[in-house]
DNA sequence: AGAACGATTGCGGGTTCCCGCATATTGGGT
DNA sequence: ACCCAATATGCGGGAACCCGCAATCGTTCT
C-alpha cells in the first residue's frame, strides 16, 4: 500500500508524512509532491490509489489535481487536508467527487486524531469522512449562507469572470431575461441592497461588481475557484470558436 | 529583550519560535498570539518593540494588526513573514509603514539562513530587509504588471468594491468623465480588450467586472485587500452619512 | 514667456444593465 | 384533468456604463 501526499509547505508536509506512518503501519511507502502538477504524474506513475492532498498550491491547486486524478481512475481515495472550510472549497470538491467514491475533507486544525482517524477510515475502511465544521457548511454556512442554488451559483461565476448577460445566456442556453431573474436573485440573496445599514437604494453601487466583492468576502467564491471557472470559461470560448 | 511572534498555523509558530531563539541570544521572551486581534493586544501589554507577523490570518490580517500596532508606536519593529509575494501584499505593506520605521519581508520558502539573517538585521541593526523575489515585484511583477499607478489601483479598488462611477468620483474628487478615464486606462493596461486571442471586441465581457478577476487572477488583488478596502469604504460612507 | 505634454473636464450618443409588468411554460400535487 | 407555484420569456424604459472628440488647466522644459 502506497500513500501519496500533496502539500507545498514542508513543514506540514513533513508532519503529514509521520501522521501517515503512525495512523497506517501496512503503509510500505509514501510518496511525496509539492503541488498539483507533480500530483498528477506521480500518482499516474506510481499508479497509488491512496492521496492526501492540499488544497491551494501554487501550480496547481487541488480541486484541479483532484479532477483529472480522478479521471483517469475514479475509484482512487483522496482526503483533502485544507486550512479552510470556505463554500468556495467545499462546493469545489462535492462538484467533482466522482460517483460512489470515498474521500475526506478535515481541517488543517483538527487534532492529530481526527486526522489518523480519517486515514483509516478511508483508505482501509473505505469510507467517506468530513469533518463537522465542514459538513455544517453544506447546509447553512457561518457566514448566513443564503443557500444560492446551484444555478444560481453558476451565474455568480459567470458574472465573476466578467461576463455580459448576453455571453451568459448563450452560454447557459437561457433567454437574455432569465439570465437578468436569476441575477436579480443572487443580488437579494446576498443583500447588495441594504449594504450599511437601510435606505441605501440610492446609486452608490453597482451591483453586478458588488455581487462579486460580497460572494468573495463570504468566501463563496475565493482563487481557486475563480481560477478553474476561467478555465473552464476558456475552454467554452475556443470550443465556441 | 521581547519578541512577539504573530502567526495561526501551530506548526509554523512553534517553528518560529525555534528560530527567533537560535537567532537572537539576546531575547529573554517570546510572546506568541496566534491572530491579528490577539496581537494587537499583546503588543499593547508587554509594550514589545520587535514582532514577526504572518499575513492572511483569520480573525484579523497581518496588515491590519500592523496598522494599528505601527498607529500605536510608530517606532516598533516589524518582520513580514509570508508565503507569498503578490503585489497585493505587497503594495498593503508599503502603504502603512511609517516614515523611516525598520521593517522586513521574507518568504516562507526562504532558507533558514535567510530567516536568521533578517532577524538580525531587523531587531538589532534596525535595518530594513526585504526579500529579492519581493523586491523584484516592486517594480515589474512575474505576471508582466504593467505597473499600475497608485491613483489607479485606488480606482480598481473601488470598481473591486463595486462603487458606481458616480460614488468614485464623489470619494475621490474627481469629476465622472475623470474617473471613466482612469478606468479605460486600468483596463488597457489589463488587457481586457483582448482577453482570449485577437478579434475580441465583440460584447462578450463586461468590462468593469471583467477588470476584477483580471486583477485577482493576476494577484493585484486578493481577499486581505478587499477585506481592508471595504473596511475603509464603510468608514467613509458613515463619515459621509 | 512660450511650447509641449499630460491629466481633467464637459458633451453626446451608442450600448448594456436593472427591473416592473405581463405572458408562456414547466412540474408536481389532489 | 385541474390548479398552483415556480421558473422562463418578451417588452419597454430609465439609469449607468464606455468612449470619441474637443476644450481647459497644470507642470515642466527650453
Not at 496547481?60 to 481515495?77: S, V
Not at 445599514?197 to 460572494?215: C, I, K, S, Y
Request: net charge neutral; with cysteine.
Amino acid at each position: 500500500m502506497k500513500v501519496l501526499i500533496v502539500e507545498d509547505d514542508p513543514l506540514h508536509r513533513s508532519y503529514l508524512n509521520e501522521q501517515v506512518r503512525a495512523a497506517l503501519p501496512e503503509c510500505t511507502a509514501v510518496i511525496e509532491a509539492i503541488d498539483g502538477l507533480e500530483a498528477e504524474q506521480l500518482a499516474r506513475e506510481h499508479n497509488t490509489a491512496h492521496v492526501v492532498m492540499d488544497l491551494q498550491m501554487s501550480k496547481r491547486n487541488g480541486i484541479e489535481a483532484a479532477r483529472t486524478i480522478w479521471r483517469e481512475k475514479p475509484d482512487r481515495r483522496i482526503l483533502f487536508w485544507s486550512n479552510y472550510s470556505d463554500e468556495a472549497y467545499v462546493r469545489g470538491v462535492s462538484r467533482i467527487v466522482p460517483n460512489g467514491a470515498a474521500y475526506g475533507y478535515v481541517l488543517k486544525s483538527a487534532a492529530d486524531e481526527r486526522l489518523k482517524l480519517a486515514l483509516r477510515s478511508i483508505f482501509i475502511e473505505n469510507q467517506c469522512v468530513i469533518d463537522n465544521e465542514v459538513r455544517g457548511m453544506q447546509q447553512r454556512s457561518v457566514t448566513p449562507n443564503i443557500g444560492l442554488t446551484e444555478a444560481e451559483y453558476e451565474i455568480l461565476m459567470d458574472i465573476a469572470l466578467g461576463m455580459t448577460d448576453r455571453s451568459i445566456a448563450q452560454r447557459r442556453h437561457l433567454s437574455l431575461r432569465s439570465v437578468q431573474n436569476r441575477l436579480t436573485q443572487i443580488y437579494g440573496k446576498l443583500d447588495i441592497y441594504q449594504v450599511s445599514g437601510p435606505q441605501r437604494d440610492d446609486g452608490t453601487f453597482n451591483l453586478r461588481a458588488r455581487a462579486v466583492t460580497e460572494a468573495i468576502l463570504r468566501k463563496l467564491l475565493n482563487y481557486g475557484a475563480l481560477e478553474r471557472a476561467e478555465a473552464d470559461l476558456k475552454a467554452w470560448l475556443s470550443e465556441k470558436m
